[in-house]
C-alpha cells in the first residue's frame, strides 16, 4: 500500500533559486527577440544609420565595405566604448569611495527614469506606428509619464512588492538591450566579445574597477547603489524579509569574492544617458543572506543549505545547521571552513552545484541581462534557429557561471563563460547547422 | 502562412510537451534544468553531426543513399551520446542521494527518477521539434505558405509538424525505456530504443518517393504508439512489482 502522506524528496524543491534567476533572463531575451523581429523586419538599415551613440563613434559601418574594414571598424568602434565604460566605472569608484552614495542613487533614479520614459517611449512610438494603434498624445504621455515614475520608484524603494520590481528591472534590460541590437552588426558581435573581456578583466585583475568597488563595499558593509536584479528567496522570507527583518549583507571575511561581478556598463547609448545601467549592475552575482538566522530554523527547510554562499563576517554568522548543506558536486566535499565560527562553512553551496544557500536570494546584475539579451536579439535578426541555439547556449553559461562560482567562492564575471558560449553556438549554427537540418527537413527526412 | 496557422502547426508540434511540461516537469525545478540539459545536449549531438557533414552537403537530392548514410550515422551517434548521458545521470543520481542523506531527506524514489527519466527524454523530443520544425516555421510568417513536391497534398509545416510530433514521442518515452534498461540491465529494453529510433529514421527515408509521406506518416505513428504503449508496460510492471516489494517489506 503506498504511503500516502509521502515524505517530500528531495526533487521537490531542488535547483528552486537557479530557475528563479534563468526565468527573468529567459524572459528578458524572449522580449527583446520579440521586439526585434516585429520591429526590425522592414527598418533595419534606416535605424541602424541613425542610432549614433558612443559605440559608433568611430566608424560607422555600411554594407559596402569589405569584411576586413567592417572588421578592423568594429574593433576601433569597441575600444572606445570599452574604454568609456572603463573610465566611467572608475569614476563610479572613486564616488563610492567619496561616499558621494546619494548621488549615485539619484543618478540611478534618473537614469531608470530616462530609459523607461524616453527609450520606452520611443519604442512605444514604433510599436504605435506599426500597428496603428489609434492612441491621442496626452494619454499617451500621462500614461508613459505614469509608466516611468511607477518604474524608478520600484526600483528605488524596496517596499513596493518585488514583484513589480522585477518586472521592471526586465523591462529596463529589454529597453537598453533593444537599443543596443540597433547598432551594425559586426560593431555589435565584436563589442559583445570586448565587453566579455573587459568583464574578465576589470573583476579579476587586481586593479580592476569592478573588484575595488566590490572590495570597497565590503570593507564598508555597503549597499553597491546599482541596479541589480534579485531572485525572490527560497523561503517565502521575502516580503518579510526586507520590510520587517532588516536585510543584512553578509560578506565573506576574505577579500569579498562572492560576487560575481560584472562589466560595469554604462554604456553612453544613444540620446539617452543610457547608463542607467550602471556601474556594476553588470553581473553581479550575489548571494544575500536574508536573515533566516534569527528565525534559525534548521532542518526543517527543505533541501536548502541555510548556509549562503556570503558570509558573515565575525560574529554575525547565522547559526545555520550544519548539516543542511551538502556539496553535490564531488569535488566540493572538502572545502575547508575558513570561518572559524561557522561550522556550516564546509557545506554551503552547491544545491545542484550552483550552491547557493536558500535563505541567500541570488543577484544578478542587469548588465547582464542586457548583454545577453543583445546577443540573442542580434542573433533573432539572421534567423530564429540560431535563436534557439544561442539561447541555449547562454542558458548553459550562466549555469557553468554559477557552479564555478560556487567552486571558486570568489568574484568571478559573470558575462564571459555565456558570451563566449553564444558567439559559438551562433557561429556553429550559421554556418554548419542551418544547412543540414534545412537540407534534411526538406526532403522530410528527420531523426 | 497566417500567425493562426502558424501556432496551430506549433502545438501540433509541441502541444503534448508543453501540457507534460506544465502538469509534470514544472512543478520541481530540478526536472526543468534537467530538459534545458537534455535540450542542449540534443543540440551539440546535432552540431557534431552537422560539422561532420557539411563538407558532402548539399547531397543530390535524387537518390536516397546518401541520406540513409547520413541518417544511420546521427542516429548511431545519437544513441552512443545516450549511453554517455545514462553514465551522467548515474554519477548525478549518486550525488543526489549523498545530498538527500545529509539533508536527512529521503532518497530518490523511483518515480523521482522515472521523472528525470521523463524530462530527460522529453527535452531530446523538444530540441527535435524545435529545431526540424519550429525554426523553419517561425521565419515563415506572412501571406502565402509552402508546399514540397514529394507530398504535395498539404503544406510542408504541417507535414513537418506531424512528423515532428511523432519524433516527440519516441524520444520522450525511449529515454524512459533506455534509463530503466540500463539499470536493470534489461537488455531487451536497450535493444528496444536504438532499434526504434533507427527504425524511425528509416521510415522518413520513405519520403523520397513521390507520395512517399503517405505511407510513412502512419508508420511513423505505428512506431510512436508502439514506444508509447511499450514504456507504459514497463513502468507499470515497474511500479507493481515497487508496490509488492513495499508491501511485503
Known amino acids: ?447 | 502562412m497566417t500567425i493562426a496557422a502558424g501556432i496551430g502547426y506549433a502545438l501540433l508540434a509541441l502541444g503534448p510537451s508543453l501540457s507534460l511540461f506544465v502538469s509534470v516537469i514544472s512543478k520541481k525545478p530540478f526536472l526543468i534544468l534537467t530538459v534545458l540539459s537534455s535540450t542542449l545536449l540534443w543540440l551539440i549531438s546535432l552540431i557534431v553531426l552537422s560539422g561532420l557533414w557539411r563538407g558532402f552537403l548539399p547531397l543530390n537530392s535524387t537518390t536516397w543513399w546518401p541520406y540513409g548514410l547520413l541518417l544511420f550515422t546521427s542516429i548511431a551517434f545519437q544513441e552512443g551520446l545516450r549511453l554517455l548521458f545514462w553514465r551522467v545521470y548515474r554519477r548525478l543520481e549518486d550525488l543526489l542521494d549523498a545530498f538527500a542523506d545529509k539533508v536527512s531527506k529521503p532518497r530518490l524514489f523511483m518515480t523521482d527518477k522515472m521523472q528525470i527519466s521523463l524530462a530527460g527524454g522529453l527535452g531530446h523530443g523538444v530540441a527535435h521539434a524545435v529545431f526540424f520544425c519550429l525554426s523553419l516555421l517561425t521565419p515563415a510568417f506572412g501571406p502565402a505558405t509552402f508546399f514540397v513536391d514529394r507530398c504535395s497534398q498539404i503544406p510542408f509545416f504541417l507535414v513537418s509538424a506531424i512528423i515532428a510530433l511523432a519524433f516527440v514521442t519516441i524520444h520522450t518515452f525511449s529515454m524512459v525505456i533506455a534509463f530503466n534498461g540500463y539499470a536493470e540491465g534489461n537488455k531487451m529494453d536497450q535493444l528496444f530504443v536504438p532499434v526504434v529510433h533507427l527504425a524511425a529514421g528509416l521510415v522518413t527515408l520513405v519520403n523520397f518517393a513521390s507520395g512517399g509521406c503517405i505511407v510513412s506518416i502512419p508508420l511513423l505513428y505505428f512506431i510512436a504508439i508502439l514506444t508509447l504503449i511499450y514504456c507504459g508496460k514497463m513502468v507499470w510492471r515497474r511500479l507493481t512489482e515497487h508496490q509488492s516489494t513495499q508491501g511485503n517489506s
Open chain 1, 1 to 447: 500500500m503506498a504511503p500516502n502522506a509521502r515524505p517530500r524528496s528531495i526533487l521537490e524543491s531542488l535547483g528552486e533559486e537557479i530557475i528563479r534567476i534563468i526565468t527573468p533572463v529567459s524572459l528578458c531575451m524572449l522580449l527583446v527577440v520579440i521586439l526585434v523581429s516585429v520591429l526590425n523586419t522592414d527598418s533595419s538599415s534606416s535605424y541602424s544609420a541613425s542610432a549614433t551613440s558612443i559605440a559608433t563613434i568611430a566608424y560607422s559601418e555600411s554594407s559596402s565595405d569589405s569584411s576586413w574594414d567592417k572588421f578592423l571598424g568594429a574593433l576601433l568602434n569597441s575600444l572606445v566604448f570599452v574604454a568609456v565604460v572603463t573610465l566611467v566605472t572608475f569614476l563610479l569608484v572613486l564616488l563610492f569611495y567619496f561616499r558621494c552614495t546619494k548621488f549615485l542613487k539619484y543618478y540611478m533614479g534618473f537614469s531608470s527614469f530616462v530609459v523607461l520614459g524616453f527609450m520606452g517611449g520611443e519604442i512605444a512610438v514604433f510599436l504605435i506606428e506599426k500597428y496603428s494603434i489609434p492612441i491621442d498624445c496626452i494619454t499617451f504621455l500621462v500614461v508613459l509619464f505614469n509608466f516611468a515614475v511607477v518604474g524608478v520608484l520600484a526600483v528605488f524603494m524596496t517596499k513596493i512588492a518585488i514583484i513589480v520590481t522585477q518586472g521592471y528591472l526586465v523591462l529596463i534590460g529589454m529597453l537598453v538591450a533593444y537599443w543596443f541590437t540597433l547598432l551594425p552588426e559586426w560593431t555589435t558581435w565584436v563589442l559583445l566579445v570586448a565587453m566579455a573581456l573587459y568583464d574578465l578583466a576589470a573583476v579579476l585583475l587586481p586593479v580592476g574597477p569592478l573588484r575595488l568597488l566590490v572590495e570597497l563595499a565590503i570593507s564598508r558593509d555597503e549597499d553597491i547603489p546599482a541596479l541589480v536584479y534579485e531572485a525572490r528567496p527560497v523561503n517565502g522570507n521575502d516580503s518579510g524579509s526586507t520590510g520587517g527583518v532588516p536585510q543584512r549583507r553578509v560578506w565573506r571575511d576574505r577579500r569579498g569574492e562572492d560576487s560575481v561581478n560584472g562589466s560595469n556598463h554604462n554604456s553612453n547609448g544613444n540620446s539617452v544617458s543610457g547608463e542607467n545601467v550602471n556601474p556594476e549592475s553588470n553581473s553581479i552575482l550575489n548571494a544575500t543572506a536574508v536573515p533566516d538566522s534569527d528565525s534559525d530554523s534548521n532542518s526543517v527547510v527543505i533541501g536548502h543549505t541555510d548556509t549562503s554562499l556570503v558570509r558573515a563576517e565575525e560574529g554575525r554568522v547565522p547559526e545555520r545547521d550544519a548539516e543542511l548543506s551538502a556539496p553535490l558536486i564531488g569535488g566540493r566535499m572538502n572545502i575547508p571552513p575558513h570561518q572559524p565560527e561557522d561550522d556550516a562553512s564546509g557545506e554551503s553551496l552547491m544545491l545542484e552545484g550552483i550552491g547557493l544557500g536558500s535563505s541567500g536570494a541570488i543577484k544578478l546584475g542587469l548588465g547582464d541581462f542586457i548583454f545577453y539579451s543583445v546577443l540573442v536579439g542580434r542573433a533573432a535578426m539572421y534567423d530564429f534557429m540560431t535563436v534557439y541555439a544561442c539561447y541555449l547556449a547562454i542558458i548553459a553559461g550562466l549555469g557553468v557561471t554559477l557552479m564555478l562560482l560556487a567552486l571558486y567562492q570568489k568574484a568571478l564575471p559573470a558575462l564571459p563563460v555565456s558570451i563566449a558560449l553564444g558567439v559559438l553556438f551562433y557561429l556553429l549554427t550559421r554556418f554548419l547547422l542551418e544547412v543540414f537540418v534545412v537540407q534534411c527537413s526538406f526532403n522530410l527526412l528527420m531523426f
